[in-house]
């Protein structure tokens, strides 16, 4: 299968960020990766996206939970205010070290959430995502 277009990362831990794009590029999972270490800069980014180049809006998002400033909740009640015919071609999960279950149970509780998934990221993630999500 070819890969994805464009693979959002938003998490502040840089760390994270790097681990999982060397993970998505080492499995030609994506063709593009963009990470983002502050929720609003990544919500910037995206309402651009939806409304100067829709194209270019990313196929999947990997969303932190806890983040300082704007975390995961608050970008969610954001993100539902993008444009519906852009958003509903972008898959979004939590990726989260979180282990409380109200967290997992509040995420799966969100319509925009497509699954929740616990750090770190691993090949196998992103094979279930592919056989779940992207296969036609």
């Known amino acids: 299968m070819s890969p994805l277009r464009k693979v959002v990362l938003i998490d502040d831990d840089e760390v994270n960020n790097f681990v999982c794009e060397s993970i998505i590029k080492n499995e030609n999972f994506a063709e593009e990766v963009v990470s983002f270490q502050c929720?609003?800069?990544a919500l910037a980014h995206l309402r651009s996206a939806a409304h100067n180049s829709p194209v270019v809006f990313p196929d999947l998002i990997f969303l932190d939970i806890n983040?300082?400033?704007?975390d995961g909740w608050s970008f969610i009640d954001e993100y539902r205010k993008l444009p519906g015919e852009v958003t509903k071609?972008?898959?979004l999960f939590m990726l989260?070290?979180?282990v409380d279950r109200k967290d997992i149970i509040c995420a799966k509780s969100h319509e925009e959430?497509?699954?929740f998934f616990s750090k770190p990221l691993s090949i196998e993630i992103l094979h279930?995502?592919?056989?779940e999500f992207f296969v036609n």
Do not use: L, N, T
């Not at 983040?67 to 704007?70: I, L, N, Q």
């Not at 279930?128 to 056989?131: A, L």
């Open 39 to 41: 929720a609003e800069e």
């Open 67 to 70: 983040m300082p400033g704007m």
């Open 89 to 91: 071609r972008c898959c």
């Open 96 to 98: 989260s070290s979180a």
């Open 113 to 115: 959430v497509k699954d």
């Open 128 to 131: 279930f995502i592919r056989e």
